[in-house]
């Protein structure tokens, strides 16, 4: 089987997974080839996301790596085998690779944690404030490539709108909600697609007012995808050359606190939602 040129997050997150369980275990590249009757050179191919590895041969792994957790294992088991060929594919060498890992993240995400300081959530995004924040991030750009990018963010709303969504919990700061990134027409109707969706029963929408004392902010948009178990979390951070994945426990953690820290600081969704009203009463 031909060697893969470029993994997509998700299947280097299953090989950082099954090198955890071999480090784990305390064991060598070599052992674990032998548990296999493969080479060690196969086990460094699988542990790079190079080369994908069958449920059988995993599960038989994580027994010799005597892991118990069989939430983890059947998760992994189900990462392995997975073929989903999503409608990010199509994007599949026109947009950065950093575009389908996020789609296919959110497919499988289980819930999605968002704060956002500057800028409105990408989930939330009209096609016009999309459409001039990516031309405006990205003076060089032709028209033809801000188009891809909006388009595919429009597609990426599925899995909150779609008839299938996940849990959605957002927390924006004031600043995102009154930052006129396309025009006071474009701003209003912004607000008003935030409200919109507010209302849904999965979406779960606070606001971090100016107002509030002893807020030092979240860093860059954080971006916490629900794993089949915690454990297989990731936080999507952006990072000074492109998009960062973290997925230690100790990052998730980390991370899990802060929103926790942020939400708890922030407006509850019904007054909220007030702020939001007045907010485009006044633009």
Known sequence: MALRREPTARQMRLAVELRKLRDAAGLTTRDAAALLGVSSAQISQIEAGLAGVSEKRLRRLAANYACSDAELIDALAAMATDRTRGWWEEYRGIL???????????????????????????????A??????????????????????????????????GPDPIPYETVIHEAALRIKVAGRAASQAQLARILEMSEADHVTVQVIPFALDDF????????????????????????????????????????????????????????????????????
Request: charged share 25%; hydrophobic share 40%.
């Open 96 to 126: 950065p690779s950093a575009y389908q890992d996020l789609a296919e993240l959110d497919h499988h995400a289980t819930f999605r944690h968002d704060v956002t300081v500057i800028h409105v959530p990408g989930l939330f995004q009209t």
């Open 128 to 161: 016009d404030y999309a459409r001039a924040l990516f031309a405006y991030m990205n003076p060089e750009f032709p028209e033809g490539e801000v188009a891809l990018r909006v388009e595919h963010r429009m597609k990426r709303k599925v899995v909150i709108e």
């Open 216 to 283: 030092a902010g979240a860093g860059s948009t954080l971006v916490h995808l629900g794993g089949t178990v915690p454990r297989l979390d990731t936080v999507v951070r952006d990072a000074p050359h492109g998009t960062a994945f973290l997925d230690s426990e100790a990052q998730l953690e980390h991370f899990r606190t802060l929103f926790r820290r942020v939400k708890e600081a922030s407006l509850p969704p019904e007054q909220s939602r007030d702020l939001i009203h007045q907010l485009a009463k006044e633009l």
